[in-house]
């Protein structure tokens, strides 16, 4: 019988990941995004499934989650139990297509508080250590995702300040996916995509040739990222990379895996670069966000589909 701690945070992950694609099918499918542009519809199912992976983590391992709550903040195993909680609630709102303004905003505040509480300061006590700041760099990348996804659900009510907040998440995210194509470019011998400290797989070929690879590519899409007329293009493709390092790499990983403690490490390598995958298709739509005098321009798929939701359910909380 499987391990719990491996059997939740799998089963979770892949039945969000399962709905998400039936619920966000038509998008995906939608004529009017072009090209890579079209899997940016995906971004906020694998979004989803990430968090809902995490999620049964927290649920199977509390305890051990709980000794990583800053000291000086109360009931640590509370929140290590509510952290789970407010994953699942906010994968469930992304792929049912409820309530995603809320969602959206609240998963921003929720990765925000990780940095300032647990990796900032971290990393300040370790400024030399190269991993404190990717760490850093990760989490305040899904804040930003987050809040690129508030964006492009408010981008009707709110076109100014939704561009606004989509130029940030523009910039923000050329510079770190240029700081993550640097770190895979200097440490080879680490798994390849969101920098870690685990080396690459013996069964992987050409580990090397695939971090080197990984790192350029990730440069040109960041640098893309500053113009702005190739910037959802480029985080699209990022995120395209992402997702193919995510099955190339780092499933087939979970199934080599012969011990319950490996199989979560594999999970935890599968659904984080899962994560900061969808988070790349997502500021690719933001991305495509344009204010004007006289109108604004909606990128289709992510939007298109959030607004048809948004429009069947106007007297929702939620999505006001």
Same mark, same amino acid.
């Given at each position: @019988?499987?391990?719990p701690?491996v059997?939740?945070?799998?089963?979770?992950?892949?039945l969000?990941l399962?709905?998400?694609?039936?619920?966000?099918?038509?998008d995906?499918?939608?004529?009017t995004?072009p090209?890579?542009?079209?899997? &940016?519809?995906?971004?906020?199912v694998?979004?989803?499934?990430?968090?809902?992976?995490f999620?049964g983590?927290?649920f199977t391992?509390?305890a051990?989650?709980?000794?990583i709550?800053?000291k000086f903040?109360?009931?640590?195993?509370?929140?290590a139990?509510?952290?789970?909680?407010?994953?699942l609630?906010?994968a469930?709102?992304?792929?049912?297509?409820r309530?995603?303004?809320?969602s959206?905003?609240?998963?921003?505040?929720?990765?925000?508080?990780?940095?300032l509480?647990?990796d900032?300061?971290?990393?300040i006590?370790?400024?030399?250590?190269? @991993?404190?700041?990717?760490?850093?760099?990760?989490?305040?990348?899904?804040s930003?995702?987050?809040? &690129?996804?508030?964006?492009?659900?408010?981008?009707?009510?709110?076109?100014?300040?939704?561009?606004?907040i989509a130029?940030i998440a523009r910039?923000?995210?050329?510079c770190?996916?240029?700081?993550y194509?640097?770190?895979?470019?200097l440490? %080879?011998?680490f798994?390849p995509? #969101?920098?870690?400290? @685990?080396?690459?797989a013996?069964?992987? %070929?050409? %580990?090397?040739?695939?971090?080197?690879l *990984?790192?350029?590519?990730?440069?040109?899409?960041?640098?893309?990222?500053?113009?702005?007329?190739? &910037?959802?293009?480029?985080?699209?493709?990022a995120?395209?990379?992402?997702?193919?390092? *995510?099955?190339?790499?780092? #499933?087939?990983?979970?199934?080599?895996a012969?011990?319950?403690?490996?199989?979560?490490?594999?999970?935890?390598f599968?659904?984080d670069?899962?994560?900061f995958?969808?988070? @790349?298709?997502?500021?690719?739509? &933001?991305?495509r966000l344009? *204010?004007?005098?006289?109108?604004?321009?909606? %990128?289709?798929?992510?939007?298109?589909g959030?607004?048809?939701e948004?429009?069947?359910?106007?007297s929702?909380?939620?999505?006001?």
């Amino acid at each position: @019988m499987m391990n719990p701690t491996v059997f939740w945070p799998a089963m979770l992950g892949v039945l969000i990941l399962v709905v998400g694609i039936v619920t966000y099918r038509t998008d995906v499918a939608a004529p009017t995004s072009p090209g890579v542009l079209r899997f &940016a519809a995906l971004g906020p199912v694998f979004v989803a499934a990430a968090l809902a992976a995490f999620a049964g983590e927290h649920f199977t391992a509390a305890a051990s989650l709980a000794r990583i709550v800053p000291k000086f903040m109360p009931a640590p195993l509370f929140i290590a139990y509510f952290v789970g909680v407010a994953h699942l609630a906010a994968a469930v709102s992304f792929v049912a297509r409820r309530y995603v303004r809320v969602s959206s905003i609240g998963l921003a505040l929720m990765f925000a508080l990780f940095v300032l509480l647990m990796d900032l300061p971290a990393a300040i006590t370790r400024a030399g250590v190269p @991993m404190s700041w990717v760490l850093v760099a990760r989490q305040a990348t899904f804040s930003i995702g987050g809040l &690129a996804l508030f964006a492009v659900v408010t981008t009707d009510s709110r076109p100014h300040a939704s561009a606004t907040i989509a130029t940030i998440a523009r910039l923000w995210t050329a510079c770190v996916l240029v700081f993550y194509g640097i770190q895979n470019i200097l440490f %080879p011998q680490f798994s390849p995509g #969101v920098p870690a400290t @685990m080396p690459t797989a013996a069964w992987v %070929p050409a %580990p090397h040739i695939v971090a080197y690879l *990984t790192g350029a590519l990730l440069v040109v899409c960041g640098l893309a990222m500053f113009v702005r007329t190739n &910037a959802a293009s480029a985080a699209a493709w990022a995120g395209v990379l992402m997702t193919v390092l *995510t099955v190339a790499l780092y #499933v087939p990983q979970f199934f080599i895996a012969q011990t319950a403690p490996d199989q979560v490490n594999a999970i935890n390598f599968i659904f984080d670069t899962l994560l900061f995958g969808g988070m @790349m298709l997502i500021v690719a739509a &933001a991305a495509r966000l344009r *204010t004007g005098a006289a109108e604004t321009i909606r %990128p289709p798929g992510v939007g298109a589909g959030l607004d048809r939701e948004r429009r069947q359910l106007q007297s929702s909380a939620g999505l006001q």
